[in-house]
C-alpha cells in the first residue's frame, strides 16, 4: 500500500515536473531567440503566462466531438509515454513502468500525439488544417526513419528492447551510447531536427503560409491544453535520447543524490535541445519535400551504417 | 528622332490620323475612337509595338467626353506611343481590345466599373474592387464624394474647420481657380 | 472609478486579468497602410516581445485586432468576419487617424469613417501613421485596462449586437454573411 502511494506520487511529481520543464525551456528559447535577434524578449516564464491566459479565455469554441477530444488526446498520449520513460535512473521518486520491450511500445506512442492532432484539425473543415496535417505526417515519415534506424541499431548491439537494460548497460560499461556508437547518435540528433519543428523544419506550423496549421482553428482552453502536451512532448523526447545515448542521470533515491541527478538530467537535456534550436536560427524553412529530402538523405545513410556497425 | 518620325509617318500614312513627338521617345497621336482597334493591331502586328503599357480615363466633364488613352511600347525601338481618343460622356460606349492584348481586359472592367464605360463583349465579374456598389461609378467628376461619404459614413464631430485645400492654397499664391473646375470645388 | 473596478476584482480574475495582460496574441492581419509599422514594432528595435505581445495567424487564437489604418468598407466585412471569430475576451486596438474620424479619406467613397461605430474599439492610437513608440504606448494603455478589468468591449458588442448589426448593414448592403456562434 505505502508503495502504491509512494507511486502515484512519484507519477505525479513526474508530470510535474516534465510540465514545467518543458514550458521553461520553452521560454527560454524564446528568449535566446530574441537575443540573438538583438531583442531584449519576453520573461523566460512567458508559456506559463500565455497559458494562463489561455485557460481564462471565457469562450472556446470546438468543432465537434473529435475537435473537442484532440487536446485531450495529446495531454493523456503524453501523459501515457511519460509513465514508461525513466527519468532518473533507480530513483524511487520518480518510478517508471518498464518493460521488456517498451522501446518498441514507445515507439507506437510517441506518434499518438501528432496522431490525435490530424484527428482533431480533420474535423475543424480549415484546409489550413488539413494541408499543415498532411506536410506533419510527411515530416514525420521523414524523420522517423533516422530514428527508427538508430533504435533498431541500438537494439540489435545489445539484443534488447528496454529502455532500462540500455541504461544499465551504458552504466556497467561506463561508456554512453553516444560514443559506443555514433552512428545510431548521429541518425537520431538529425531525426530530433525534425521531432522539434524548429525551422528548417517548421513546415507544419508556418504562421506565414498555413496560419499555424493544424491547430488554426484551435484558442482558449484547447491550444493551452494542446500546448502544455506539446511541452510535456518535449521533455519526453529529450529524456529518452538522454536515457538511450547520454548514460541517462540519477545516483540514488537520497534528498541530494535527486537534487544531483535532477540537475545532470537537466544539464544533459537543455545540451540536446539546444541542437535543433540552434540549426534552427541559422536556417529558412524547408518545403515539405525538401525537408522529406532531408531525412532520407544522409540521417538514413548513418542510421543504416549504425544497423551494420551493430551487426558486426 | 529617327524612329520617332517613322512609326509617325506610318501610322499617318495609313490611318490619316493627327500626331506629333512630344519628345524624345514619345509619339503623341489622337484618332478617331471607330480606328482605335486598327492602329492598336497594325502597331502590334507590323511595327513591334507588342507591349500594352496602360490604358486609362480622363473625365473632360467640360466638354461633356472621356478621354480614353493607350500607352503601348516597343521593346526593340524602346519609343513609346500615347494613343488618344474621345468618346461621348453620355452612353460612354469604346470598343473591347481585350483580343489584342488579354490584360486590357483587367483595365477594362476598371473602367466599367469606375466610369461606367461599356465595352461590348467583354467577358468579366461585374465587380472589380468595389462590392455591391449601386450608385453612380464612383470616378466620374459629376459624382460628390463628399456628400456620399456625409450620408454613407457616421462623421465624427470635430472636423468642421476641414478647408477646401484648393481654396486655401489660391488665397496664398492668388492664383485664380477657372470657372469650370468651381463648379466642382466643395464651396 | 478606477479603484472601484480594482476592488471589486475577486483574486481570480485579478490573476487572470493579469495573465491576460502579459500575453497579448495579436491578430497578424493588416487592413491599410498601418500595417507597415508593425514589423518595426515587433522586431529588434522596439521589440514588442517583451510585453508579451507576439503575433497569432488565425483568430481563433489572437486576443487583439489591430485595425491598421484606412479601414475600406470591403475589407470591413472581413473584419467583422475576422472579429467575430475571436474568442473572448478580445480586444481592438484602433489605429491611426483614420480609424478616429476618417483621417485623409474623410471624404472617401469607401472607407468608413468612424471605427466604433461598427465594433467596439478598446484604444484609440492618433497619428498618420503612429510610430512604433505610439503604438507600444496604445498596447501599454490596453494592458492598463485589462489589469483594471475595464476592457470589456466584447461583452458591449454582444449586448449591443442589434446596434452594431444595423450600422454594419447599412454599409454592407449585400449581407452574406455566417453566423458565428462565437
Same mark, same amino acid.
Given at each position: 500500500?505505502?508503495?502504491?502511494?509512494?507511486?502515484?506520487?512519484?507519477?505525479?511529481?513526474?508530470?510535474?515536473?516534465?510540465?514545467?520543464?518543458?514550458?521553461?525551456?520553452?521560454?527560454?528559447?524564446?528568449?535566446?531567440?530574441?537575443?540573438?535577434?538583438n531583442?531584449?524578449?519576453?520573461?523566460?516564464?512567458?508559456?506559463?503566462?500565455?497559458?494562463?491566459?489561455?485557460?481564462?479565455?471565457?469562450?472556446?469554441?470546438?468543432?465537434?466531438?473529435?475537435?473537442?477530444?484532440?487536446?485531450?488526446?495529446i495531454?493523456?498520449?503524453?501523459?501515457?509515454?511519460?509513465?514508461f520513460?525513466?527519468?532518473?535512473?533507480?530513483?524511487?521518486? *520518480?518510478?517508471? @513502468? =518498464?518493460?521488456h520491450? /517498451? $522501446?518498441?511500445?514507445?515507439?507506437?506512442?510517441?506518434?499518438? %500525439?501528432? +496522431?490525435?492532432?490530424?484527428?482533431?484539425?480533420?474535423?475543424?473543415?480549415?484546409?489550413?488544417?488539413?494541408?499543415?496535417?498532411?506536410?506533419?505526417l510527411s515530416?514525420?515519415v521523414?524523420?522517423?526513419?533516422?530514428?527508427?534506424l538508430?533504435?533498431?541499431?541500438?537494439?540489435?548491439?545489445?539484443?534488447?528492447?528496454?529502455?532500462?537494460?540500455i541504461?544499465?548497460?551504458?552504466?556497467?560499461t561506463g561508456?554512453?551510447?553516444?560514443?559506443?556508437?555514433?552512428?545510431?547518435?548521429l541518425?537520431?540528433?538529425?531525426a530530433?531536427?525534425?521531432?522539434?519543428?524548429y525551422?528548417?523544419?517548421?513546415?507544419?506550423?508556418?504562421p506565414?503560409?498555413?496560419?499555424?496549421?493544424?491547430?488554426?482553428?484551435?484558442?482558449?482552453?484547447?491550444?493551452?491544453?494542446?500546448?502544455?502536451?506539446?511541452?510535456?512532448?518535449? *521533455?519526453?523526447? @529529450? =529524456?529518452?535520447?538522454v /536515457? $538511450?545515448?547520454?548514460?541517462?542521470a540519477?545516483?540514488?533515491? %537520497?534528498? +541530494?543524490?535527486?537534487?544531483?541527478?535532477?540537475?545532470?538530467l537537466?544539464?544533459?537535456?537543455f545540451?540536446?535541445?539546444?541542437?535543433?534550436?540552434?540549426?534552427?536560427?541559422?536556417?529558412?524553412?524547408?518545403r515539405?519535400?525538401?525537408?522529406?529530402?532531408?531525412?532520407w538523405?544522409?540521417?538514413?545513410?548513418?542510421g543504416?551504417?549504425?544497423?551494420?556497425?551493430?551487426?558486426? | 528622332?529617327?524612329?520617332?518620325?517613322?512609326?509617325?509617318?506610318?501610322?499617318?500614312?495609313?490611318?490619316?490620323?493627327?500626331?506629333?513627338?512630344?519628345?524624345?521617345?514619345?509619339?503623341?497621336?489622337?484618332?478617331?475612337?471607330?480606328?482605335?482597334s486598327?492602329?492598336?493591331?497594325?502597331c502590334?502586328?507590323?511595327?513591334?509595338?507588342?507591349?500594352?503599357?496602360?490604358m486609362?480615363?480622363?473625365d473632360?466633364?467640360?466638354?461633356?467626353?472621356?478621354?480614353l488613352?493607350?500607352?503601348?511600347?516597343?521593346p526593340?525601338?524602346?519609343?513609346?506611343?500615347?494613343?488618344?481618343?474621345?468618346?461621348d460622356?453620355?452612353?460612354?460606349?469604346?470598343?473591347?481590345?481585350?483580343?489584342?492584348?488579354?490584360?486590357?481586359n483587367?483595365?477594362?472592367?476598371?473602367?466599367?466599373?469606375?466610369?461606367?464605360?461599356?465595352?461590348?463583349?467583354?467577358?468579366?465579374?461585374?465587380?472589380?474592387?468595389?462590392?455591391d456598389?449601386?450608385?453612380?461609378?464612383?470616378?466620374?467628376?459629376?459624382?460628390?464624394?463628399?456628400?456620399?461619404?456625409?450620408?454613407?459614413?457616421?462623421?465624427?464631430?470635430?472636423?468642421?474647420?476641414?478647408?477646401?485645400?484648393?481654396?486655401?492654397?489660391?488665397k496664398?499664391s492668388?492664383?485664380?481657380?477657372?470657372?469650370?473646375?468651381k463648379?466642382?470645388?466643395?464651396? | 472609478?478606477?479603484?472601484?473596478n480594482?476592488?471589486?476584482?475577486?483574486i481570480?480574475e485579478?490573476?487572470?486579468?493579469?495573465?491576460?495582460?502579459?500575453?497579448?496574441f495579436?491578430?497578424?492581419?493588416?487592413?491599410?497602410?498601418?500595417?507597415?509599422?508593425?514589423?518595426?514594432?515587433?522586431?529588434?528595435?522596439?521589440?514588442?516581445?517583451r510585453?508579451?505581445?507576439?503575433?497569432?495567424?488565425?483568430?481563433?487564437?489572437?486576443?487583439?485586432?489591430?485595425?491598421?489604418g484606412?479601414?475600406?468598407?470591403k475589407?470591413?466585412?472581413?473584419?467583422?468576419?475576422?472579429?467575430?471569430?475571436?474568442?473572448?475576451?478580445?480586444?481592438?486596438?484602433?489605429?491611426?487617424?483614420?480609424?478616429?474620424?476618417?483621417?485623409?479619406?474623410?471624404?472617401?467613397?469607401?472607407?468608413i469613417?468612424?471605427l466604433?461605430r461598427?465594433?467596439p474599439?478598446?484604444?484609440?492610437?492618433?497619428?498618420?501613421?503612429?510610430?512604433?513608440?505610439?503604438?507600444?504606448?496604445?498596447?501599454?494603455?490596453?494592458q492598463?485596462?485589462i489589469?483594471?478589468?475595464?476592457a470589456?468591449?466584447?461583452?458591449?458588442?454582444?449586448?449591443?449586437?442589434?446596434?452594431y448589426?444595423?450600422?454594419?448593414?447599412?454599409?454592407?448592403?449585400?449581407w452574406?454573411?455566417?453566423?458565428?456562434?462565437?
Amino acid at each position: 500500500m505505502e508503495d502504491l502511494g509512494i507511486k502515484i506520487i512519484g507519477a505525479l511529481l513526474t508530470v510535474i515536473l516534465a510540465f514545467t520543464v518543458g514550458m521553461t525551456y520553452g521560454g527560454i528559447v524564446r528568449k535566446l531567440t530574441a537575443r540573438v535577434q538583438n531583442r531584449r524578449g519576453p520573461v523566460i516564464w512567458q508559456n506559463f503566462l500565455d497559458l494562463l491566459k489561455l485557460q481564462s479565455k471565457k469562450t472556446n469554441i470546438a468543432h465537434g466531438f473529435m475537435g473537442h477530444m484532440a487536446p485531450v488526446w495529446i495531454i493523456i498520449s503524453a501523459g501515457t509515454v511519460l509513465m514508461f520513460i525513466p527519468i532518473l535512473n533507480g530513483n524511487l521518486w *520518480f518510478p517508471n @513502468l =518498464t518493460f521488456h520491450g /517498451d $522501446l518498441i511500445f514507445l515507439l507506437y506512442m510517441m506518434v499518438f %500525439g501528432s +496522431l490525435g492532432m490530424a484527428l482533431g484539425a480533420g474535423q475543424t473543415g480549415n484546409p489550413n488544417s488539413a494541408i499543415g496535417v498532411t506536410r506533419g505526417l510527411s515530416q514525420m515519415v521523414g524523420f522517423e526513419i533516422p530514428f527508427v534506424l538508430a533504435l533498431v541499431a541500438l537494439m540489435v548491439q545489445y539484443k534488447t528492447t528496454s529502455i532500462q537494460d540500455i541504461m544499465d548497460i551504458q552504466a556497467q560499461t561506463g561508456t554512453w551510447m553516444m560514443f559506443a556508437n555514433p552512428f545510431a547518435f548521429l541518425a537520431a540528433l538529425f531525426a530530433s531536427l525534425g521531432m522539434f519543428r524548429y525551422s528548417p523544419f517548421d513546415i507544419v506550423g508556418a504562421p506565414a503560409e498555413l496560419a499555424s496549421g493544424p491547430v488554426s482553428e484551435f484558442g482558449g482552453k484547447y491550444l493551452g491544453t494542446m500546448m502544455s502536451g506539446g511541452s510535456i512532448f518535449a *521533455f519526453i523526447k @529529450l =529524456t529518452l535520447y538522454v /536515457d $538511450l545515448f547520454m548514460g541517462g542521470a540519477g545516483f540514488g533515491t %537520497g534528498i +541530494l543524490a535527486t537534487i544531483m541527478g535532477l540537475g545532470i538530467l537537466l544539464l544533459k537535456t537543455f545540451s540536446l535541445y539546444m541542437v535543433p534550436v540552434f540549426y534552427g536560427w541559422i536556417s529558412p524553412r524547408y518545403r515539405t519535400e525538401q525537408a522529406i529530402r532531408y531525412f532520407w538523405g544522409w540521417p538514413t545513410a548513418l542510421g543504416v551504417i549504425a544497423v551494420i556497425w551493430a551487426i558486426f | 528622332m529617327e524612329k520617332e518620325n517613322k512609326i509617325l509617318e506610318a501610322i499617318k500614312v495609313a490611318f490619316n490620323v493627327e500626331g506629333h513627338i512630344a519628345r524624345e521617345k514619345r509619339v503623341m497621336i489622337t484618332a478617331n475612337k471607330d480606328i482605335v482597334s486598327s492602329i492598336l493591331l497594325f502597331c502590334k502586328n507590323q511595327q513591334g509595338y507588342i507591349h500594352l503599357n496602360h490604358m486609362s480615363v480622363v473625365d473632360r466633364i467640360e466638354d461633356g467626353k472621356f478621354e480614353l488613352n493607350y500607352i503601348i511600347w516597343s521593346p526593340t525601338e524602346k519609343v513609346t506611343i500615347m494613343l488618344k481618343t474621345f468618346i461621348d460622356r453620355e452612353n460612354a460606349e469604346m470598343e473591347n481590345i481585350d483580343s489584342i492584348w488579354d490584360q486590357a481586359n483587367t483595365y477594362e472592367r476598371e473602367m466599367r466599373e469606375m466610369y461606367g464605360i461599356q465595352f461590348p463583349g467583354l467577358i468579366g465579374r461585374q465587380d472589380f474592387a468595389l462590392e455591391d456598389w449601386d450608385e453612380m461609378p464612383p470616378m466620374r467628376r459629376d459624382f460628390d464624394t463628399h456628400a456620399y461619404a456625409e450620408k454613407t459614413f457616421y462623421q465624427r464631430p470635430g472636423r468642421e474647420d476641414a478647408k477646401d485645400v484648393r481654396e486655401e492654397l489660391t488665397k496664398q499664391s492668388g492664383e485664380v481657380i477657372p470657372d469650370f473646375a468651381k463648379k466642382y470645388s466643395r464651396e | 472609478m478606477t479603484s472601484n473596478n480594482k476592488d471589486k476584482q475577486t483574486i481570480v480574475e485579478y490573476i487572470q486579468n493579469w495573465s491576460r495582460k502579459h500575453s497579448l496574441f495579436v491578430m497578424a492581419y493588416g487592413t491599410g497602410c498601418g500595417a507597415i509599422e508593425i514589423p518595426a514594432t515587433m522586431t529588434s528595435r522596439y521589440d514588442a516581445e517583451r510585453f508579451g505581445i507576439r503575433g497569432a495567424a488565425t483568430p481563433r487564437q489572437a486576443d487583439v485586432l489591430l485595425i491598421t489604418g484606412y479601414l475600406a468598407t470591403k475589407t470591413l466585412k472581413r473584419v467583422i468576419r475576422v472579429y467575430e471569430q475571436m474568442q473572448d475576451p478580445k480586444y481592438v486596438i484602433g489605429f491611426g487617424s483614420c480609424t478616429i474620424n476618417g483621417g485623409m479619406y474623410y471624404d472617401s467613397y469607401n472607407t468608413i469613417n468612424a471605427l466604433d461605430r461598427y465594433i467596439p474599439v478598446d484604444v484609440y492610437i492618433n497619428g498618420c501613421m503612429p510610430r512604433p513608440e505610439a503604438v507600444i504606448s496604445g498596447f501599454v494603455q490596453l494592458q492598463k485596462q485589462i489589469a483594471e478589468g475595464t476592457a470589456n468591449n466584447a461583452a458591449k458588442y454582444k449586448e449591443n449586437l442589434e446596434w452594431y448589426r444595423a450600422n454594419q448593414k447599412k454599409i454592407i448592403k449585400n449581407w452574406r454573411m455566417p453566423d458565428y456562434n462565437w
